[in-house]
């Protein structure tokens, strides 16, 4: 059982950054597709970004290309997601998701059926 944690989300003003952290336990994180979504009030839940369990292929929504990165240091067990030129419409729920060991995520990255365990989010409020 892989247990996720987030961390690192707050209030920033628009044209900001926050590099949010995600903490894995309980499995071997290096074989682990892992993914960031996210879920602002009234809303469902969206995909922002994924990496292959290899780190060698990496998944952005439209909505946040070019302004986001994700990365992960598997030293740290930790998936990382830099999010830059922040805007009021990236305010919501972030939460971290890993799918199973070594999935293949390059057809469904953004599918939230692809992620078997998910964090309890962190808070992302970006004030205009």
């Known amino acids: 059982q892989v247990q996720l944690v987030e961390s690192g989300g707050g209030l920033v003003q628009a044209g900001g950054s926050l590099r949010l952290s995600c903490a894995a336990s309980?499995?071997?994180?290096?074989?682990?597709?892992m993914g960031w979504f996210r879920q602002a009030p009234g809303k469902e839940r969206d995909f922002v970004a994924a990496?292959?369990?290899?780190?060698?292929?990496?998944y952005y929504a439209d909505s946040v290309k070019g302004r986001f990165t994700i990365s992960r240091d598997n030293a740290k067990n930790t998936v990382f997601l830099q999010m830059n030129s922040l805007k009021p419409e990236d305010s919501a729920v972030y939460y971290c998701?890993?799918?199973?060991?070594?999935?293949?995520?390059?057809?469904?990255?953004?599918?939230?059926?692809?992620?078997?365990?998910w964090g309890q989010g962190t808070q992302v409020t970006v004030a205009s």
């Open positions: 998701a890993a799918a199973p060991r070594f999935r293949s995520i390059i057809y469904n990255a953004r599918q939230e059926r692809t992620y078997d365990y």
């Open positions: 990496i292959s369990w290899s780190g060698g292929r990496l």
């Open positions: 309980g499995g071997t994180f290096s074989t682990y597709p």
